[in-house]
């Protein structure tokens, strides 16, 4: 049985971990940090946790100081994390880090994005977690950098176009939309019921954090550098997301063509589904599963292909994908505890 913490356990990502790993036949959580709840066990603050699945609550100096575990999660803000990897790695823990701080390669990047590096040396050590990209990598690594919820989406849906020579590559439009999970648990106005319950808004427009990680990783399957200009949207509901995404056509291509090539690149990926031509990804098909639904479309008249994908940002964009490299890591079946299929309506 493999022992997981859980850092950052009351955050949205945490409480989706909690979810996932009580009900994974091979993990027992044994400990999760929690600023507001810590000295509690975690059935006081969530009643779906009970019996044989219940674990204490600490501070996270406390959690850290005697990490009796085989692997840690960690669903810190950015810069917190940081100064945690080192410390468990020391004491002989996988770690899979939520946040942005180890996702990055150059850390004058990360500096420019999210400011000064806690612990820049760490960098090198740390696997970009998208399986369907780095899994032989995530196999032997000891510390992932858990993607995005965005990246994700987007990289998902546009990685088959890589090759494909009537597609631009170089250069990619992104319009993503997000539920407001996305932006955290912690109570801010811009997020809350009122605010947000009849609108429907761009934000962080051409400065969205995610974008310097959807342009590294999608350099490196270009094999050259690709800009993306990425606008991010909020939507009134909870949770799921839809990214699609523009590319420049060079020649008039065949969709047959270009979706056999979308079938062949996931034929053997167990959580990415290639739909039939016509038809476009929904949320509501993958809502509290780690599923990604990809699409593809031409537009011969603008000279455009689209690419589409939706996923549930908590769990393939968050949760879920963590504890699919954690399966990777640890030489469990990468689907063990995640194929639940998802909740509809």
């Given at each position: 049985?493999?022992?997981?913490?859980?850092?950052?356990?009351?955050?949205?990502?945490?409480?989706?971990?909690?979810?996932?790993?009580?009900?994974?036949?091979?993990?027992?959580?044994?400990?999760?940090?929690?600023?507001?709840?810590a000295g509690?066990?975690?059935?006081?603050?969530?009643?779906?946790?009970?019996?044989?699945?219940?674990?204490?609550?600490?501070?996270?100096?406390?959690?850290?100081?005697?990490?009796?575990?085989?692997?840690?999660?960690?669903?810190l803000?950015?810069?917190?994390?940081?100064?945690?990897?080192?410390?468990?790695?020391?004491?002989?823990?996988?770690?899979?880090?939520?946040?942005?701080?180890?996702?990055?390669?150059?850390?004058?990047?990360?500096?420019?994005?999210?400011?000064?590096?806690?612990?820049?040396?760490?960098?090198?050590q740390?696997?970009?977690?998208?399986?369907?990209?780095?899994?032989?990598?995530?196999?032997?690594?000891?510390?992932?950098?858990?993607?995005g919820?965005?990246?994700?989406?987007?990289?998902?849906?546009?990685?088959?176009?890589?090759?494909?020579?009537e597609?631009?590559?170089?250069?990619?439009?992104?319009?993503?939309?997000?539920?407001?999970?996305?932006?955290?648990?912690?109570?801010?106005?811009?997020?809350?019921?009122?605010?947000?319950?009849?609108?429907?808004?761009?934000?962080?427009?051409?400065?969205?954090?995610?974008?310097?990680?959807?342009?590294?990783?999608?350099?490196?399957?270009?094999?050259?550098?690709?800009?993306?200009?990425?606008?991010?949207?909020?939507?009134?509901?909870?949770?799921?997301?839809?990214?699609?995404?523009?590319?420049?056509?060079?020649?008039?291509?065949?969709?047959?063509?270009?979706?056999?090539?979308?079938?062949?690149?996931?034929?053997?990926?167990?959580?990415v589904?290639?739909?039939?031509?016509?038809?476009?990804?929904?949320?509501?098909?993958?809502?509290?599963?780690?599923?990604?639904?990809?699409?593809?479309?031409?537009?011969?008249?603008?000279?455009?292909?689209?690419?589409?994908?939706?996923?549930d940002?908590?769990?393939?964009?968050?949760?879920?994908?963590?504890?699919?490299?954690?399966?990777?890591?640890?030489?469990?079946?990468?689907?063990?505890?995640?194929?639940?299929?998802?909740v509809?309506?």
């Open positions: 049985m493999i022992k997981a913490l859980i850092f950052g356990c009351t955050g949205y990502t945490g409480i989706e971990l909690t979810r996932i790993l009580t009900a994974h036949p091979d993990v027992k959580i044994v400990g999760g940090s929690s600023r507001q709840h509690k066990q975690a059935s006081q603050v969530f009643p779906f946790v009970h019996g044989a699945h219940d674990f204490p609550l600490r501070s996270l100096a406390e959690l850290a100081s005697a990490p009796d575990a085989d692997v840690a999660f960690l669903g803000p950015h810069g917190e994390s940081a100064e945690a990897i080192r410390p468990l790695m020391d004491a002989g823990l996988k770690v899979i880090d939520l946040s942005a701080d180890c996702r990055l390669h150059d850390s004058h990047v990360y500096e420019e994005w999210y400011g000064a590096h806690k612990d820049p040396e760490i960098l090198p740390a696997v970009y977690g998208l399986p369907e990209i780095h899994r032989d990598a995530i196999r032997t690594a000891r510390l992932v950098a858990n993607p919820c965005y990246p994700t989406s987007v990289i998902l849906a546009t990685a088959p176009l890589f090759g494909i020579a597609v631009d590559t170089s250069s990619i439009v992104v319009d993503s939309k997000s539920g407001v999970s996305g932006a955290g648990r912690g109570a801010k106005a811009g997020t809350s019921f009122c605010e947000i319950g009849e609108g429907f808004k761009p934000y962080n427009v051409s400065r969205h954090r995610h974008t310097p990680e959807m342009e590294q990783e999608l350099s490196e399957l270009h094999g050259a550098p690709v800009k993306v200009r990425f606008t991010p949207h909020l939507i009134p509901v909870s949770r799921g997301m839809v990214s699609t995404v523009y590319l420049r056509l060079v020649s008039e291509p065949d969709l047959d063509r270009i979706l056999d090539a979308y079938r062949g690149f996931y034929q053997d990926e167990p959580f589904r290639v739909l039939p031509k016509g038809q476009y990804p929904d949320t509501a098909f993958v809502r509290g599963s780690n599923l990604c639904l990809v699409a593809v479309e031409v537009d011969l008249r603008a000279g455009w292909l689209i690419a589409m994908s939706a996923i940002n908590l769990t393939k964009g968050a949760s879920g994908e963590a504890v699919q490299n954690m399966n990777l890591m640890t030489g469990l079946p990468e689907t063990t505890g995640l194929m639940g299929l998802p509809f309506p």
